[in-house]
């Protein structure tokens, strides 16, 4: 059978034994096929589908093809295809193709077929088509071999690298069987197959005997005669080999699929020993053999790639891993890092990683609909669940469904807004579904299998819920909160709240409100409606409530839209004695829409949230967070879309369908990447001609750097392959820097320029979405190598001669300076009495205006740009006044241009004596003076603006022969309005001709 994609079939072996029952054993018959379907379903139960990261073309991968995969000291990805080898640090990778003049830095041919690491993973062994090649990790340097050969005929083809368990490198070229020498560095011809035919393709040592493959049969290498001899198989053409259990081994084959064979055993045919299309295997072309630590056997075929699973060797699991179709993929390799990760690589898209430890999680669409808006629990593991097409029954345990059932027997469109099923709850007692539309309440025909409104029409609904009494609660979207009597056919209460997320009975006629506006209790017998907000001030009417369920603990669990998720306990129905405490507030779950929250047995919550499923263990300390990579949807999860099944399943809805997993059976591996640094880069300065340089350093524990070197680039990376992009990282410089210095995954990369001579540590760590902190690190040393004359010998020699020099120079000049201290002290007495006169004359002269005595523009401007850079730095704010004598032109001309002046000064003095000695007036022209008020905000300066005005009202300007009153119209403005001095000036400037307009005698704020 088939259900979403996963394959479930029986071996050839059963089929056998059930021809065999068949021939007289009927009952026999039924017993064993009743136990293979149970067994096969509980099998699909526990198999969620590993989930996989995919990288192709748009992801920084220079060729599509994928042949083969390693992995180095380091835990990153080394990748062949046919534009050479491909390093992969989790972010970007790093591609070495051909080699040009220096033969050190490439290939000798552009396509790679295999690539295999030395054991202790500083070297990267490169078959290519002509021949073998070895990278050095650390110095990017590759040395070349030349490959002896059985006959002139022969090519440099490799076919096949691999270490056996004794730590022996094999490489299989054609006809030939070599081996790597390390005490020699050299390789050595070990067998060739006789058979022009024919070539071989891949090596294995199974206890004492090397055994290798061919594309005619089985051989085993006959240490003796140097020679390999047909074991079986002779004809069937060969792909993989790899070790099993006892003395076994599991052959990958061209047209018989995955055999499993033991040389022990009496001799069968082949077709007896294999999987292959018949049993469900997705192609009889083997393209590669994994067996995990597990005891699961991964194989990747032409058209498909499959799992025969450890706890039955009888079962085929096929899944896809991307959302293309799987009969499309064609997969080439599979490898599994030391952390656990399988990598596959395929021959048109790149390649894919996934943690099959972390598939916990199996999500996927629900019939033709991806929307999967609200649930409800049926019956056993079954569930109603809504999505854009209608309203679906699925089974979580065959993972099948039916419907759609709709209001019109049809699939409802988009566009139909008001046919949308918003929330179901299902009446055991009265066996019927009731679901909320935007179009009213409905309830579920079961005899037409479709939606049948009954109430409520015209009302937009978006939660559901039924009491003890069978009243219907009825929460919608902006109506308010409706109580429907499906006994009377009529609303018998209605509370006109916000949108209402929840509804939550506390006894037969009261209920919790979760609304967008807060938390409420309602009755519907007394129809009163209390707020929560009355008892605490954590949940307000502001409060996005998502979400309320009763807890195992004595309370409810209350979940918000990014303001936390919040524990409520009572004393019985004494709201008054509400306790409110908000749970884990300095974690993202403070900051992120809460969907739905399941207690399991243990006390532990299931949260789904809008950025996956977040897990908060019973102690309430500890978080886990549940992504993609987990098999959770991405995208997150809508509110109150969750249901639990009998079997303890929970089923979280979402954008892109329904998430399903069992709390007993979710796996939490503790987070421990290798941080690692990926590039060492150096500027360089050449002294002789000024120019600079950059080469880049090879990785290492330690580098020294001399004083040419003048600034140092440091790149880094953690392997965590599944979640790089959501890392951050935490770097310093020890003896340089105190304090770590936080970057995202897209800035890895430490950059220091001049350092001083001396040693330093580099240091960097990763941190994870948690917040945790890897517990490995990458480290570097930095030696900076003082110039020659900075060395303390030479520093001392330098010292000496210039104390020599000096002494000598002082020595003859001691006496002239006697003679000659005398005069010049005279001389430079009178000197500076002079010089201090006309510099205090000079410095009054250019910054005092000289009719008023007040400072000029020029000495404002340079306070006004201190100020400005107070402000920018520590925020100290400051105001502006620009005042101006109101109709001082018609006062020169009625009165003349010296009772004009003699206006201006006194109203200068005015003004001084009304300010404080740290505010800076000065004339700014004409009869405008623009004063500085440091530390006042607007409203401060406003009121000294006003005293200003009124101090020059009431002053009578006597000015021989007249006597005059004078008044000013100010302009008032806060610099932090505005975005420089000037911008501040030129507003005040607008106001105070507000101010003129207006009718003068005014301050214009």
């Given at each position: 059978m088939k259900v979403s994609g996963i394959r479930v079939t029986l071996r050839y072996e059963l089929y056998l034994t059930i021809s065999v029952i068949m021939r007289g054993h009927l009952t026999y018959l039924f017993l064993l096929f009743s136990f293979l379907t149970n067994y096969t379903f509980h099998a699909r139960a526990q198999f969620a589908p590993p989930v996989f990261r995919s990288f192709d073309m748009e992801s920084g991968i220079s060729h599509v093809t994928v042949s083969d995969i390693a992995e180095d000291k380091y835990g990153f990805l080394w990748l062949a295809s046919q534009s050479g080898i491909d390093k992969f640090d989790g972010y970007t990778f790093r591609n070495f193709g051909m080699w040009g003049e220096d033969k050190s830095k490439g290939l000798q041919t552009l396509t790679a077929l295999q690539i295999e690491a030395s054991l202790d993973g500083q070297h990267m062994w490169v078959g290519t088509f002509s021949g073998l090649s070895r990278l050095n990790v650390d110095t990017e340097r590759f040395e070349h071999y030349t490959l002896p050969t059985a006959s002139p005929f022969n090519k440099q083809v490799i076919n096949r690298i691999k270490t056996t368990h004794d730590g022996k490198l094999w490489i299989v070229s054609e006809r030939n069987l070599y081996a790597y020498h390390e005490e020699t560095n050299s390789i050595e011809l070990i067998s060739y197959l006789p058979d022009t035919t024919s070539t071989l393709t891949d090596v294995e040592l199974i206890g004492n005997t090397l055994y290798v493959t061919s594309t005619s049969g089985l051989y085993k290498l006959d240490l003796i005669k140097q020679t390999l001899e047909l074991v079986a198989f002779e004809g069937v053409n060969f792909t993989r080999l790899v070790a099993a259990q006892r003395s076994r081994f599991w052959l990958g084959t061209a047209t018989h699929g995955i055999c499993l064979f033991d040389p022990n055993a009496k001799s069968e045919p082949i077709t007896r020993l294999c999987t292959s299309e018949v049993h469900g295997l997705s192609d009889n072309y083997v393209s590669d053999i994994l067996l995990r630590r597990n005891g699961d056997l991964w194989v990747t075929t032409e058209r498909g790639i499959n799992i025969l699973t450890a706890h039955s060797p009888y079962t085929v699991l096929r899944f896809p891993i991307s959302k293309k179709d799987s009969a499309n993929e064609r997969f080439s390799s599979l490898y599994q890092t030391q952390s656990g990760l399988v990598v596959v690589g395929t021959k048109d898209n790149g390649f894919a990683i996934s943690n099959p430890e972390l598939s916990n999680f199996y999500s996927s669409e629900v019939g033709d609909g991806r929307i999967v808006g609200s649930m409800a629990h049926y019956k056993d593991n079954k569930v109603w669940l809504t999505n854009e097409k209608g309203l679906w029954l699925y089974d979580a345990v065959d993972k099948t469904h039916q419907g759609p059932f709709t209001s019109s027997g049809a699939q409802v469109s988009d566009d139909k807004a008001n046919d949308k099923l918003t929330s179901l709850v299902y009446d055991k007692k009265t066996e019927t579904l009731w679901v909320s539309m935007r179009s009213g309440l409905a309830k579920f025909n079961n005899e037409t299998n479709q939606l049948d409104i009954v109430a409520l029409q015209g009302k937009s609904g978006y939660s559901i819920n039924i009491d003890a009494d069978g009243d219907i609660w009825f929460g919608g979207y902006s109506d308010g909160v409706f109580v429907y009597r499906p006994s009377e056919r009529r609303v018998i209460k209605q509370w006109p709240l916000?949108?209402?997320?929840?509804?939550?009975?506390?006894?037969?006629?009261?209920?919790?409100?979760?609304?967008?506006?807060?938390?409420?209790?309602?009755?519907?017998?007394?129809?009163?409606?209390?707020?929560?907000?009355?008892?605490?001030?954590?949940?307000?009417?502001?409060?996005?409530?998502?979400?309320?369920?009763?807890?195992?603990?004595?309370?409810?669990?209350?979940?918000?839209?990014?303001?936390?998720?919040?524990?409520?306990?009572?004393?019985?129905?004494?709201?008054?004695?509400?306790?409110?405490?908000?749970?884990?507030?300095?974690?993202?779950?403070?900051?992120?829409?809460?969907?739905?929250?399941?207690?399991?047995?243990?006390?532990?919550?299931?949260?789904?949230?809008?950025?996956?499923?977040?897990?908060?263990?019973?102690?309430?300390?500890?978080l886990s967070y549940y992504g993609a990579e987990h098999g959770a949807i991405s995208t997150g999860y809508y509110i109150g879309s969750v249901a639990s099944t009998d079997n303890n399943t929970i089923l979280f809805g979402g954008s892109e369908g329904v998430t399903q997993f069992t709390p007993s059976q979710v796996t939490n591996l503790k987070w421990t990447p290798g941080v690692h640094l990926t590039n060492v880069k150096v500027v360089s300065r050449n002294n002789s001609n000024s120019t600079t340089a950059e080469r880049r350093l090879n990785l290492g524990g330690k580098i020294a750097l001399n004083d040419n070197n003048i600034a140092l680039s440091i790149e880094f990376a953690a392997t965590d392959f599944m979640n790089a992009n959501e890392l951050r990282y935490a770097y310093k410089l020890v003896d340089f820097e105190s304090s770590w210095r936080i970057t995202d995954a897209k800035t890895r990369v430490a950059t220091y320029t001049n350092l001083n001579p001396g040693h330093y540590r580099f240091t960097v760590k990763a941190i994870n979405k948690e917040n945790e902190w890897s517990s490995d690190e990458a480290q570097l040393e930095v030696i900076i190598i003082p110039p020659w004359w900075d060395k303390p010998i030479w520093r001392v020699v330098i010292v000496l001669i210039i104390l020599l020099l000096i002494t000598s120079i002082v020595w003859f000049r001691i006496a002239s300076l006697k003679k000659r201290s005398a005069e010049l002290a005279l001389k430079v007495e009178e000197k500076t009495k002079d010089l201090e006169e006309v510099v205090e004359k000079l410095t009054r002269l250019s910054t005092q205006d000289s009719l008023t005595g007040l400072k000029n523009r020029r000495y404002f401007t340079q306070r006004a740009k201190a100020e400005w850079q107070e402000f920018q730095r520590h925020g100290h704010t400051f105001s502006l006044l620009l005042l101006d004598i109101d109709y001082f032109k018609r006062i020169n001309d009625e009165y003349g241009h010296q009772t004009g002046d003699s206006v201006l000064v006194k109203i200068a003095k005015i003004l001084q004596s009304s300010l404080r000695e740290s505010d800076v007036i000065a004339r700014w022209g004409g009869e405008e003076f623009l004063i500085l008020l440091p530390s006042l905000k607007e409203q401060e300066a406003y009121w000294v603006a006003e005293k200003l005005r009124k101090a020059v009202?009431?002053?009578?300007?006597?000015?021989?022969?007249?006597?005059?009153?004078?008044?000013?119209?100010?302009?008032?403005?806060?610099?932090?309005?505005?975005?420089?001095?000037?911008?501040c000036i030129h507003a005040v400037d607008k106001k105070l001709y507000k101010g003129k307009e207006a009718g003068r005698n005014a301050v214009v704020r």
């Open positions: 916000s949108l209402t997320t929840r509804i939550l009975f506390e006894n037969e006629e009261s209920a919790w409100l979760s609304t967008v506006s807060g938390l409420y209790v309602a009755n519907k017998l007394t129809g009163e409606l209390i707020n929560v907000s009355q008892y605490t001030d954590k949940i307000t009417d502001r409060t996005v409530v998502t979400w309320i369920s009763r807890s195992k603990r004595g309370g409810y669990w209350v979940g918000t839209q990014a303001a936390g998720l919040y524990f409520i306990t009572k004393d019985g129905d004494d709201l008054s004695s509400l306790k409110v405490t908000q749970i884990k507030p300095e974690s993202r779950l403070s900051n992120i829409s809460i969907g739905a929250i399941v207690e399991d047995n243990e006390y532990g919550l299931w949260i789904s949230t809008i950025e996956g499923i977040t897990y908060l263990a019973p102690d309430l300390s500890s009202a009431s002053l009578v300007i006597d000015s021989p022969p007249y006597q005059l009153n004078v008044t000013i119209t100010c302009g008032v403005a806060d610099i932090k309005n505005y975005d420089s001095i000037e911008a």
